[in-house]
């Protein structure tokens, strides 16, 4: 399978969650060898920041991605959206601090992506990993391990007390449902009752009932739902895009309970060094 890219650039522009600052980015095809990076624009020498699990900074509430000073936050629904579409290499141009929030999905990223096409590059994607023994992140009652599994599929669990979201469980085969139709729509979710104090400590000033769904006692303040099961379908496109960061997602079966972007960065540390021992044995056999 060779190596893939955009067929042409795209831009899209909105409110960061966490900033509440608008900043625009362009998604641009790159050559192949260079894979997934960002470049702040707006800074001086315009600082490049790989998209790899090495350069991870921050995981609260969001994947934040940093070099020296340089960092861009909130970067897992991009990721997502260009990995599940196979675009291996992509050059994203961004003015300020935080990726756009857009509706709170994948889907403008996806249909961006659609639009644009992807063409392929002259050069084979490394072999997938396929993992061979259980890998496991764990944190009190949360977790997130990888199986060893014929195909690649995704399970997650999450339960919180709010009756209207309470526990939910979802599996995604990528084999047999399209991440754009099963997973790019699900949309952030947030707790009514804990928004004012996030916001005193700097986070979430750009969330709104525009961009994220929120749920108090009485149930969503911003129905409808585009599932039912809304919330933990978007716990695996997080997921995705936190794997994403490896380069090349293996071959397992992923399974996660009331985990977090702390434990999916965890998980991916694990599996970083697994995958280059068997990349390097792999091109010298």
Known sequence: ??????????????????????????????????????????????????????????????????????????????????????????????????????????????????????????????????????????????????????????????????????QQWYTWHPDQEKFENAIATARTFGLAHQIESLQKTGLIKGGSLDNALVCGEAGWLNPPLRFANEPVRHKILDLVGDLSLLGQIPQAHFLAYKASHKLHLQLARKLRPLIANFQENYVHT
């Open 1 to 166: 399978m060779l190596a893939q890219t955009l067929a042409k650039p795209f831009v899209r522009s909105g409110i960061g969650l966490h900033s509440g600052v608008y900043t625009q980015v362009r998604v641009l095809p790159t050559n192949e060898g260079e894979g997934r990076y960002f470049v702040r624009v707006d800074l001086p020498n315009q600082p490049c920041i790989p998209a790899q699990v090495e350069f991870v900074c921050e995981t609260m509430l969001a994947t934040e991605l940093g070099v020296e000073g340089a960092r861009v936050r909130t970067v897992e629904h991009l990721l997502s959206a260009l990995s599940a579409a196979g675009v291996d290499h992509a050059r994203i141009e961004i003015d300020g601090g935080e990726v756009p929030l857009l509706d709170g999905s994948a889907k403008e990223w996806c249909d961006a992506i659609a639009l644009s096409g992807i063409i392929p590059l002259g050069v084979d994607v490394p072999k997938i990993y396929s993992v061979q023994e259980p890998v496991w992140v764990r944190e009190g009652d949360a977790f997130v391990c990888a199986l060893p599994s014929a195909k690649t599929c995704f399970t997650y669990g999450i339960e919180f007390e709010l009756s209207a979201i309470g």
